[in-house]
C-alpha cells in the first residue's frame, strides 16, 4: 500500500473519533479541566491568604492585650504602700536599710525625702542612726485576748 491510500483512512479515523468524542456526554475538554484546576488553586491561594491575615491579626491583637495589662500592671505601682525607712527596698526595715543609708551619704548618691527618718529636712547620719535604732528595737507582744 502506498502513503496516499493510508492518509484518508486516518483522516476519515480521526474525523469519527472526534465525532464519537463529541457525542460522548462523559467527555470533557481538557482545558475546562484546566481551568477547574486552576480556578480551584486560586481558591485555596485566597483561603490560605485570608487565614495568615486572620492569624496575624490574632497574634496582633494578643500583643495588644499583653503589653495593655502589663503597662496597666505597672502604671498602677506597687501594691502595698512603701515604708520611709526600708532605703534597699526589700519590703522590710532591718539593719540592711541603715548600712545602705550610710553607703548612700558615703557615696554621694541620690538620696530621697523619705529617708529623712527624723523629719529635720536634712539626710545624715542621725537618719542612719534613727533606722539602725527602729531595726535593732526589740517590739511588745500585742495584746492578746
Avoid: K, Y
Avoid at 52 to 75: D, E, P, S, T, Y
Amino acid at each position: 500500500m502506498s502513503d496516499n491510500s493510508q492518509e484518508p483512512d486516518l483522516c476519515e479515523f480521526e474525523a469519527e473519533l472526534a465525532a464519537a468524542l463529541r457525542d460522548n456526554e462523559c467527555w470533557t475538554d481538557p482545558t475546562d479541566q484546566l481551568d477547574a484546576t486552576v480556578m480551584r488553586e486560586i481558591h485555596a491561594a485566597a483561603r490560605r491568604a485570608a487565614f495568615c491575615l486572620l492569624a496575624r491579626r490574632l497574634v496582633l491583637a494578643a500583643a495588644c492585650l499583653l503589653l495593655a495589662g502589663l503597662l496597666a500592671v505597672h502604671l498602677r505601682g506597687p501594691q502595698t504602700p512603701p515604708i520611709a525607712a526600708d532605703v534597699n527596698a526589700d519590703g522590710q526595715v532591718d539593719i540592711l536599710d541603715a548600712f545602705a543609708l550610710a553607703r548612700a551619704l558615703d557615696e554621694r548618691t541620690e538620696l530621697l525625702p523619705a529617708w529623712d527618718i527624723t523629719g529635720d529636712g536634712t539626710i545624715d547620719a542621725a537618719d542612719v542612726e534613727a533606722i539602725a535604732r527602729r531595726a535593732v528595737a526589740i517590739q511588745s507582744p500585742t495584746n492578746q485576748t
